[in-house]
């Protein structure tokens, strides 16, 4: 029954075949050398050309980061935008697996794109966060939204912190 459903738990086994949990277990790992491990989550599959274009893009930023002195770091701005969804997809617990010795966990993707959730776009900067913005719902996340509401929202906000220099220099 085991090898028919890789994610089936102990306790399914255990009502199905009504010996203990314990008993299970034992078999499962002892004899026939099944181990249990979560899977593992990947944000999104990558073509080798977005890999490549991403390794490039931190080589440059490690070779900026080596040749600037402390006040350069002063200068960076990061940001990250995220999905939030309105529920949890899944229960880890339902997303273990049994695999036999050196198999490797199973990848699987993030929930699906048609569940309810939101855009978060949040940008950090040496003084802390340098804006938080939610998307509005319904709304579509393209060039425009960036240049008209997060470039100038995070301007004004990194104009208040430094209200000297302001953008120059980043």
Same mark, same amino acid.
């Given at each position: 029954m085991a090898m028919k459903g890789k994610c089936i738990t102990v306790n399914q086994l255990e009502q199905s075949m009504e010996i203990s949990s314990g008993a299970i277990y034992a078999i499962l790992t002892t004899e026939l050398g099944y181990r249990s491990i979560y899977e593992k989550w990947v944000p999104q599959k990558l073509s080798e050309n977005q890999r490549l274009a991403r390794l490039n893009t931190a080589k440059k930023l490690?070779? @900026?980061?080596? %040749?600037?002195?402390?006040?350069?770091? @002063? =200068? +960076? +701005?990061?940001?990250? &935008? @995220?999905?939030?969804? *309105?529920?949890t997809p *899944? /229960? #880890? *617990? =339902? #997303?273990? /697996?049994?695999?036999?010795?050196? &198999? $490797? $966990?199973? #990848?699987?993707?993030?929930?699906?794109f048609r569940k309810p959730k939101i855009l978060y776009t949040i940008f950090f900067s040496n003084h802390g966060i340098a804006l938080q913005l939610p998307c509005e719902s319904g709304k579509a996340v393209t060039a425009s939204f960036f240049t008209e509401q997060v470039l100038p929202n995070?301007?004004? %906000? +990194? &104009? =208040? *912190?430094?209200?000297k220099t302001g953008t120059r220099g980043i």
């Open positions: 490690l070779e @900026t980061y080596e %040749n600037c002195d402390s006040r350069c770091l @002063t =200068k +960076i +701005i990061s940001g990250e &935008e @995220t999905w939030v969804y *309105y529920s *899944y /229960s #880890k *617990y =339902k #997303k273990r /697996s049994w695999v036999r010795g050196d &198999e $490797q $966990q199973a #990848k699987i993707l993030w929930p699906d995070l301007i004004k %906000n +990194i &104009e =208040k *912190y430094r209200p």
